[in-house]
């Protein structure tokens, strides 16, 4: 079973320790604003392509079933 290495920044049941929240403090609006705007951009764009597709109507994709008509005249020997 591999070990976890020891650091100063976590104790015994590896829970973050004071050290590491106040390095970490900083950068914890910075890095919440950077994900949501992220987060955001994604699901933008995922409404975009769901609105975009869900206007067209791909005739232009499936064909239309042949006609009796329209039979080949000539027959294989």
Do not use: H, W
Request: net charge positive.
């Amino acid at each position: 079973m591999p070990v976890i290495p020891r650091s100063s920044y976590y104790d015994r049941q590896y829970r973050q320790g004071p050290a590491l929240l106040r390095a970490r403090r900083p950068y914890l609006v910075k890095n919440t604003l950077a994900g949501l705007g992220i987060f955001g951009f994604c699901i933008g764009v995922y409404a975009f392509t769901i609105s975009s597709i869900s206007q067209d109507e791909f005739e232009d994709v499936v064909p239309t079933p042949p006609t009796k008509g329209a039979q080949s005249t000539t027959k294989a020997s």
